[in-house]
Antibody, heavy 113, light 107 residues
Framework: EVQLVESGGGLVQPGGSLRLSCEASGFTFSSYWMDWVRQAPGKGLEWVANINQDGSEKYYVDSVKGRFTISRDNGKNSLYLQMNSLTAEDSAVYYC??????WGQGTLVTVSS | DIQLTQSPSSLSASVGDRVTITCRASQGISNSLHWIQQKPGKAPKSLMYGASILQSGVPSKFSGSGSGTDFTLTISSLQPEDFATYYCLQYKSYPRTFGQGTKLEIK
């Protein structure tokens, strides 16, 4: 059974940092692109970033470029999102997805003082 | 960026009805489109990719069509569990973009 379990969300002050993790199981993690998608409270879905199978290609939405870094560890079947210089506009549920086909349950990030 | 415009933004229908949601892209995306279902308080779920290819386990009551700039999602014989918000998502180019969503409510 495919499973994606996100963790690392929480309350952080503006300007702070947070690292999200996503642990994958039930499929060959190293064979898939992986994406992060977020959803602000009461809003629609926004694609954030993705990474290819070996981590050599990464793409970001403009609003997070230079602040967020996506990475992966195929040996640990894990995906990460390092988020720096956080603002209130980054408050959202962050979903880990396998190539946009399968989605985790999400982890909530709240940026507030 | 490619903009996706869904219509309608909200839709009221009855159990047993057949409904159609449309998604229009601001430029051609071939068939690089997902349809995503999200129930309240739940994670999104991809129903289909390639505009018309059902994900494993998704019932055939869901169907998709279109290519280029115009796409449709049709749901036949609505059941209570189908009432949700539906999004289209393009993966032809970066950044990936979503439609604004269509909220399907029970009449």
């Amino acid at each position: 059974e495919v499973q994606l379990v996100e963790s690392g969300g929480g309350l952080v002050q503006p300007g702070g940092s947070l690292r999200l993790s996503c642990e994958a199981s039930g499929f060959t993690f190293s064979s898939y692109w992986m994406d992060w998608v977020r959803q602000a409270p009461g809003k629609g879905l926004e694609w954030v970033a993705n990474i290819n199978q070996d981590g050599s290609e990464k793409y970001y939405v403009d609003s997070v470029k230079g602040r967020f870094t996506i990475s992966r560890d195929n040996g640990k079947n894990s995906l990460y999102l390092q988020m720096n210089s956080l603002t209130a506009e980054d408050s959202a549920v962050y979903y880990c997805t396998r190539q946009l086909d399968f989605w985790g349950q999400g982890t909530l990030v709240t940026v507030s003082s | 960026d490619i903009q996706l415009t869904q219509s309608p933004s909200s839709l009221s229908a009855s159990v047993g009805d057949r409904v159609t949601i449309t998604c229009r892209a601001s430029q051609g995306i071939s068939n690089s489109l997902h349809w995503i279902q999200q129930k309240p308080g739940k994670a999104p779920k991809s129903l289909m990719y390639g505009a018309s290819i059902l994900q494993s386990g998704v019932p055939s009551k869901f169907s998709g069509s279109g290519s280029g700039t115009d796409f449709t999602l049709t749901i036949s014989s609505l059941q209570p569990e189908d009432f949700a918000t539906y999004y289209c998502l393009q993966y032809k180019s970066y950044p990936r973009t979503f439609g604004q969503g269509t909220k399907l409510e029970i009449k």
